[in-house]
């Protein structure tokens, strides 16, 4: 066994919210290491499709929800520009916009309400007859009801801010240690001081005489999303109540010479599909309660693709280049858990569900500033750990899944 000590504060999960906020702690000084058990781009991070879309995704009676959204989506365009400078390369992010439509007049009524609770709330979105639509999106399918542009929304590649995240830590001091799980904790007394990593992390060259590495930190923030409520090591009450909550993704690839068949995202109420700037289109997403099932399934890619083309017809003559299913970080209220835990030493950044590329600036700046000490950006409140919503589940910590749910497409 081996030890590293003098960390400020150690992370356990690589994904992009692991990533942004160690990389905003080393910004601010802290020494700091992150430890993934895979290779960035890891779990959810490497399925998403990367919509940044607080309007589109807005839900009846989480308004909570939507101000977390909000205030996240309005640091994107700085933060991207801020990882992109730091080396790491591009990261897709553009404010491209989001065009809902509605299929047939049931859909049409149900997009009207949510259009409705949107003017309502003062944001950004307009309805628009079909031949508007189809003004702005040609490949739309001929027949429709209607539609609702929300101009503002955007889109990034999670993947590749992952890989640039990683590039912007190691710039600003900060380490990262791949293909390293976590085991134990380590205990001061009732204090959390650090983690024991696995043994299989040492099966790399440059560690080879080394069978597990005790880190120690101040802190340990633990930001490893839908496995976060499985932490055996913590003690049951300072375990999230974290379950996962399966996606499906399909990527479409343009044939030679040609781009991608919409310059917005598009969305149904049963799919939504995102443009990247390099003409590929990812179709999301299916949502399914099946535990840590990510078996990629031939009912979830059909009806992607079903619903995709009765959206975009064109999407038919994209290249198939592949699916992928992933597990998104989901709490009994639908809101993220980030800020101090229940133990001494644990800081939590987990439970984003539908939401985790989009909070991950909101996410990274209130963990640095929890880890510094300072104040956090006020609305971050909503996402605490010890919160009413919370504590009803969390004390019993009784993260059983609910019943399995036939497949549902979810937009
Ligand atoms: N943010 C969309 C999803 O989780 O499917």
């Known amino acids: 066994m081996s030890e590293k000590s003098g960390f400020d504060a150690v992370f356990v999960g690589g994904g992009v919210i692991g990533l942004a906020s160690a990389w905003r702690a080393a910004q601010r000084g802290a020494r700091v290491l992150v430890l993934e058990r895979a290779e960035p781009p890891a779990g ?241 997403a299916t949502q399914e309660e099946r535990g840590f099932d990510t078996v990629v399934t031939a009912g979830g890619v059909h009806e992607l693709l079903r619903e995709a083309y009765r959206v975009l017809p064109d999407v038919a003559e994209m290249e198939f280049f592949g699916t992928i299913a992933g597990l998104r970080p989901g709490t009994p209220d639908n809101l993220p858990i980030v800020g101090r835990g229940a133990v001494e030493g644990l800081v939590l950044a987990t439970g984003h569900f539908r939401n985790g590329i989009l909070l991950t600036p909101l996410t990274a700046e209130a963990v640095a500033a929890t880890l510094a000490g300072t104040a956090s950006p006020a609305v971050i409140a909503e996402a605490d750990p010890n919160r009413s919503s919370l504590v009803a589940h969390g004390a019993a910590n009784d993260r059983r899944l609910p019943a399995d749910r036939p497949l549902e497409a979810s937009r």
Request: overall charge negative.
């Open 44 to 284: 959810a991070t490497n399925v998403a499709a990367g919509m940044l879309a607080p309007v589109g995704e807005l839900t009846f009676g989480r308004r909570e929800l939507l101000d977390l959204a909000l205030a996240s989506a309005a640091l994107w365009a700085d933060f991207a520009a801020q990882v992109e400078a730091s080396g790491g390369g591009a990261t897709g992010f553009r404010r491209c916009g989001a065009l809902h439509v509605a299929l047939d007049r049931d859909e049409a009524g149900e997009l009207r309400r949510r259009h409705d609770l949107q003017r309502e709330l003062g944001l950004e979105a307009e309805w628009l007859t079909p031949t508007r639509c189809r003004e702005l999106e040609p490949g739309l399918v001929p027949n429709f009801v209607g539609g609702v542009l929300a101009g503002s929304e955007g889109a990034v590649d999670p993947r590749a801010l992952a890989l640039a995240l990683a590039a912007a830590l190691r710039e600003a001091g900060g380490e990262l240690r791949t293909g390293t799980g976590v085991v134990d904790g380590l205990w001061d007394g009732e204090r959390l001081a650090g983690v024991r990593t696995a043994p299989s992390a040492l099966t790399r060259p440059s560690d080879e005489l080394v069978q597990t590495l005790d880190v120690r930190a101040d802190a340990v923030v633990l930001c490893n999303g839908a496995w976060s409520g499985q932490t055996a090591w913590l003690p049951e009450e300072a375990r999230p109540p974290v379950r996962p909550v399966k996606g499906e993704t399909v990527e479409l690839r343009p044939r030679e010479g040609e781009g991608a068949p919409a310059s917005r995202i598009v969305c149904s109420e049963r799919v939504y599909l995102v443009p990247r700037p390099d003409g590929r289109l990812i179709v999301g």
